[in-house]
């Protein structure tokens, strides 16, 4: 068995293309891109090798096993390891919505699937659904038909979209958005069903869905009022 993981690239816009070309040769053909800015000092900036304040952020979903190789591989060819590239990190996948939506995000990799979760004790999920530009009220009224609070939605660009009628069985745009909903625990599959029959696959949207652990909040006194009246 395996872990999956959301596999997240930061790193200077202008070293986008190279990254993105990277992860196309080691097999890695579906991402998602969006664009952020930095906020850092020009010391932790230099250090980290992100030498001007916009960043690209790259979305990958990646096995563990696959991770090792490509470390070894950014190491060699990034020189990752060192000050002048950017920062890699990864985020446990506690569960994807529908078998469709795990065989698109892990193609081309060996996985043979596992427990839900790396984090088994976490009280908070974070939801991801990735939507059809335009749809994103579709999919947040999806969320509400189950009492869920807000989301928020980031605007991004896929690639790779077109494996997406062989595993999928529906064509994708490039153009995206990512609806992020954050929700306890127990509500998390009602939401995600919620989502995937309202706003799924069958839809305009196109959403496909899945989720992250949450080890710790703060904030959402509000939140967890409206969940225990829901």
């Known amino acids: 068995m395996d872990t999956l993981y959301l596999m997240v690239t930061i790193t200077d816009r202008k070293l986008e293309k190279k990254f993105l070309n990277f992860y196309r040769e080691q097999g890695l053909e579906v991402s998602l891109t969006t664009l952020g800015h930095g906020t850092a000092s020009s010391e932790i900036r230099d250090f980290f090798g992100l030498g001007g304040r916009e960043r690209s952020l790259l979305f990958h979903t990646v096995t563990g096993k696959n991770y ?7 190491k060699r060819q990034f020189r990752i390891d060192l000050p002048g590239s950017g920062i890699v990190f990864l985020i446990p996948f506690s569960s994807v919505g529908g078998r469709k939506t795990l ?3 892990t193609e081309g990799q060996e996985f043979v699937k596992g427990e839900e979760s790396a984090l ?3 009280k908070y999920e974070l939801l991801v659904a990735i939507t059809n530009q335009g749809y994103t009220e579709m999919v947040m009224d999806a969320a509400r038909k ?6 928020t939605i980031i605007h991004a660009k896929g ?6 009628e062989t595993f999928l069985g529906v064509s994708l745009v490039a153009e995206k958005e990512m609806v992020l909903i954050v929700t306890r625990q127990e509500k998390k599959n009602e939401i995600m069903r919620s989502i995937m029959d309202h706003a799924g696959l069958g839809t305009k949207a196109r959403a496909v869905v899945f989720s992250l652990p949450v080890t710790d909040i703060a904030g959402m006194y509000l ?6 009246e829901a």
């Open 120 to 122: 088994k004790e976490t």
């Open 146 to 151: 189950v009492h869920a609070a807000g989301g």
């Open 159 to 164: 690639t790779g979209t077109e494996k997406a």
């Open 223 to 228: 939140m967890n009022e409206m969940l225990e």
């Open 103 to 105: 065989e698109f995000f």
């Open 68 to 74: 090792e190789r490509f470390l070894t591989a950014l």
